[in-house]
């Protein structure tokens, strides 16, 4: 891989600071980091490989120059900047939910489709954090046998809605131990001792943009067009990393130790059979690292084809920045 340059679009957030550090932590050869924020973040020095770089302001001619733009921002804003990305060579690596389902442009977990990056025009889009996670941990069953439908229960941390999300549960703790009422600001109930079933904006089927998430770009990441989802995602007073209970329903049966083995086999993914005792994973286990644990696999007993399981992964790392770096490091290689 020859030396790169690199701009990383919304570097100050949490999904952007990750990214310096997985490219630190994976060393890739950077010949230079472009750190671009809001004007307010210009000037703010940050740490890559021993050096202070100065964060930039992000201007449309922000990207001459640049091989890869690893992009942390909201979709309105990555809209914004892509055009210009594209105009300057380079291409973007997007964090957002801007052009997941755009047929024209990748929707890319490696270890699942990374061919398919090598399809794009210059966008390669990162999959929603819970969607990456519940297909790691099923893209294994999925290859011994097509997987028709799922049902799913996402446990989602509160780092998912960004530092204010750990601020609300930290601050709320804190008063509850001090007796006082807590304050809600982000979450549109108490966090704390708590879980919301909810995420997300409404749409007409009565589900959310988040819970339509699995469906929709599942069936793009495993070339399953005709793949059904039900899913309910939670919010859970956990600090970082997301957990999913799922319920597959195969093509064909398929017997628990070939589904243990493929789980175990597949790039990025642990069974979990002996935890100090446990054959499940926590939140815990799987934070800071960028494996999806998987556990509690065992037959539903509701279908014939069915297989339960239990999984957890960092929605930082894996379901965010990490796999965004994948991407880039799979293209450049």
């Avoid at 671009?36 to 740490?47: C, I, M, N, P, V």
């Avoid at 799922?150 to 750990?166: D, E």
Wanted: charged share 25%; with cysteine; hydrophobic share 40%.
């Amino acid at each position: 891989m020859k030396n790169l340059r690199i701009g990383i679009l919304g570097a100050t957030g949490a999904v952007g600071q990750e990214m310096r550090k997985i490219l630190e932590e994976y060393q890739v050869p950077v010949e230079e980091l472009r750190l671009l924020a809001s004007r307010r973040s210009a000037g703010e020095k940050l740490r890559f490989c021993g050096e202070a770089i100065p964060v930039q302001e992000t201007r449309k001619e922000s990207f001459r120059g640049l091989d890869y733009v690893l992009g942390a921002v909201e979709s309105d804003r990555s809209r914004l900047y892509a055009p210009a990305i594209r105009a300057s060579g380079a291409v973007y690596v997007d964090n957002s939910s801007a052009f997941r389902l755009d047929p024209e442009v990748p929707l890319v977990v490696p270890e699942i489709n990374g061919a398919d990056a090598f399809s794009h025009h210059g966008i390669v889009a990162n999959p929603n954090c819970s969607t990456v996670i519940s297909l790691m941990a099923a893209a294994g069953i999925h290859r011994l046998s097509p997987i028709e439908s799922m049902v799913a229960s996402t446990y989602q941390a509160v780092s998912g809605a960004g530092q204010q999300g750990l601020e609300e549960l930290e601050g709320q703790m804190r008063a509850l131990a001090a007796g006082e009422r807590p304050v809600r600001r982000i979450f549109p109930a108490q966090i704390a001792l708590n879980v919301i079933p909810c995420i997300g904006a409404g749409t007409e089927n009565g589900y959310t943009d988040e819970e339509m998430k699995l469906q929709n770009e599942g069936r793009r990441i495993l070339h399953a067009p005709q793949l059904l989802v039900s899913c309910t995602c939670v919010r859970v007073p956990v600090l970082r990393s997301h957990s999913i209970s799922l319920t597959l329903r195969t093509r064909e049966r398929l017997e628990l130790e070939l589904v243990r083995e493929a789980v175990a086999s597949f790039p990025g993914c642990r069974l979990a059979e002996d935890l100090e005792g446990r054959d499940y994973p926590t939140p815990l286990d799987s934070s800071d690292q960028d494996l999806v644990w998987v556990g509690r696999i065992r037959r539903d007993l509701t279908a014939e084809n069915g297989i339960s399981l239990w999984c957890c992964g960092d929605q930082v790392r894996k379901g965010a920045a990490a796999n965004a770096v994948q991407i880039l490091r799979l293209l450049a290689n």
